[in-house]
């Protein structure tokens, strides 16, 4: 028997109320991994697809970076438990840890204020500073050999959090950020990388361009699981259209939220986190192992489907729209 699921979402329209409630967190069997009927998702024991949606924040494993406490050389501690009450009750089940190697950042320019009166502070380091010697940031240089045990700890129980709240965690194990910026307060000064701030000789800028895109750089073939990050493509951005039109072109969206930081505001956080609980409530409906993006089935040029079996249709505008097989 066919099934056609038809959609048309308004802010007000009924849909919402799919996950008005909380909703129990799925369970988690084993480990994620590629290589299920279909492609564009991961599966993991139970051979379902696995659809993967959710907010990340900047601060939400090294406190401090990009968050509140500016200019704090101790930034103040993440709620991370707040953090997962907020996504759990949307329905969410997918997070990144972000790190953060730079010990500090000048944002005074991004923020147009003048050079030194705006610093963010990022700690705990994966590495522990022992010297001799005073790094660029005035602190002890660090050792590149021996890792920073209260690091690592946290990384465990955020990501043991998150697995009993039934969600999937992709860690950041590399700060970029840095690497593509030249010798000044934003970029690679503050770097572990950098040749002045360790004691073991590891210098990320062979080439001596002032960047240390070097240090590291990684090619995986084959095919892929897409997850489109809002962050790679405005910063602070997205919609509840986008997060729906990534969701119907076999995509795994996921939010960079900015947790209420004043200076990086979004008037539409709220409904993306709403609609990718919305997204993931369908996901988990639907064989989506079986479908896929089948753009010319609908009018609107969005809709997911196993031909002859299941159908997910997308309407972003008002009106009518033809579904055809």
């Not at 993931?280 to 997911?304: C, D, E, H, K, V």
């Amino acid at each position: 028997m066919n099934r056609f699921f038809r959609l048309r979402l308004r802010w007000s329209a009924p849909l919402a109320g799919l996950i008005l409630m909380p909703l129990a967190s799925a369970q988690i069997n084993g480990v994620l991994r590629p290589g299920g009927a279909n492609p564009r998702y991961f599966t993991d024991d139970s051979g379902r697809a696995i659809y993967l949606t959710g907010a990340h924040t900047w601060a939400n494993l090294v406190d401090g970076w990009l968050s509140h406490g500016v200019n704090n050389p101790s930034p103040p501690p993440f709620d991370f438990d707040g953090y997962l009450d907020c996504l759990q009750a949307r329905h969410h089940n997918f997070i990144r840890l972000w790190t953060q190697h730079m010990t500090r950042t000048d944002f005074s320019e991004e923020s147009g204020l003048p050079a030194g009166s705006k610093f963010y502070y990022a700690s705990p380091s994966p590495w522990v500073r022992t010297g001799p010697g005073t790094a660029l940031d005035g602190g002890a240089k660090f050792d590149l050999t021996q890792f920073n045990d209260a690091y690592f700890d946290r990384l465990r129980e955020r990501v043991l959090a998150a697995r009993a709240r039934g969600m999937y965690v992709g860690t950041v194990l590399f700060e970029g950020y840095a690497l593509r910026k030249k010798n000044a307060g934003l970029g690679w000064n503050y770097h572990p990388f950098h040749a002045a701030n360790n004691v073991n000789g590891i210098n990320g800028d062979p080439n001596g361009d002032g960047c240390g895109s070097e240090a590291h750089t990684l090619q995986a073939p084959g095919d892929r699981v897409w997850i489109a990050d809002t962050d790679h493509i405005w910063g602070i951005g997205g919609s509840r259209d986008w997060v729906w039109k990534m969701f119907l072109r076999g995509y795994n969206p996921i939010y960079m939220d900015s947790w209420n930081n004043p200076d990086y505001p979004h008037t539409e956080r709220e409904e993306v986190a709403v609609a990718m609980g919305q997204t993931r409530a369908f996901a988990q409906r639907i064989n989506l192992a079986g479908m896929t993006p089948q753009n010319a089935l609908a009018s609107t040029g969005y809709a997911l489907a196993a031909p002859g079996s299941q159908y997910l249709f997308y309407q972003p505008e008002t009106g009518a729209f033809s579904p055809s097989r």
